[in-house]
């Protein structure tokens, strides 16, 4: 929506752009996942304790797409695009150690089926909205398309283990119990419903 090179100033009287905001985040995107970084180049593992990236709203998801949209829209450096490619590489290795953890978290504490259940929804969902939101660029090669369609395979599954449990139709219960758990579970299945209708082709996405 906004024009290039389009400036404000803040009334303290610091002047910024879109571009600055742009460059801004990802510096900070790119010191959130270092940890994930340096994981990938030893082909090792982390574990989540709410470090880095792992502070942010939905594991940093919201934070991903936001820099990946102002980039792909070319604001800020013409750099940003590589190491935007490099955000989408790292996204795909976290996502399967992520997703072993939460189902062996499942395994291990039984009683909390339904949040873990959740939290899968949560991380397959955003998961499958970020790379499709971003695949309608050339930024998606054809060799990470497979990793797509497993992603989109772990949703469809995430979804069922929700259903037999009965989530969905429990929401008032789930609700009155734990509201916070009823927004996650209401917020991450809408996140999901975008992700499947652009993967289906249902979905728009517009650069």
């Known amino acids: 929506w906004s024009a290039h090179e389009t400036e404000w100033t803040s009334q303290a009287g610091r002047t910024s752009s879109l571009d600055a905001l742009t460059d801004h985040t990802m510096a900070i995107l790119i010191k959130e996942t270092a940890f994930i970084a340096r994981a990938k180049e030893v082909n090792g593992s982390f574990q ?3 470090q880095g990236i792992f502070q942010y709203t939905c594991g940093g998801s919201h934070l991903l797409q ?11 450096s013409p750099s ?7 955000q989408l590489h ?5 996502f399967p150690i992520e997703l072993e953890q939460i ?3 499942e395994k291990k504490h039984p009683d909390f089926k339904l949040q873990l259940r959740i939290q899968r ?7 499958l909205e970020t790379l499709y939101r971003i695949s309608a ?3 998606i090669g054809e060799a990470d398309r497979m990793a797509l369609e497993q992603v989109a395979a772990e949703v469809v599954k995430s979804v069922v283990m929700l259903q037999e449990i009965g989530a969905f139709k429990q929401l008032n219960n789930i609700r009155a119990a734990q509201e916070q758990l009823y927004l996650d579970l209401v917020g991450d299945s809408a996140h999901t419903l975008r992700g499947l209708r652009i993967a289906m082709g249902e979905g728009a996405v517009y650069y």
């Open 103 to 105: 189902d062996a978290g």
């Open 121 to 127: 929804l949560k991380l397959t969902g955003h998961t």
């Open 48 to 50: 989540k304790r709410g």
């Open 137 to 139: 660029t050339e930024m």
């Open 80 to 86: 940003n695009r590589s190491k935007l490619k490099e």
């Open 90 to 94: 790292l996204l795909l290795y976290r």
């Open 66 to 76: 936001g820099v990946a949209h102002a980039t792909l829209r070319g604001f800020g």
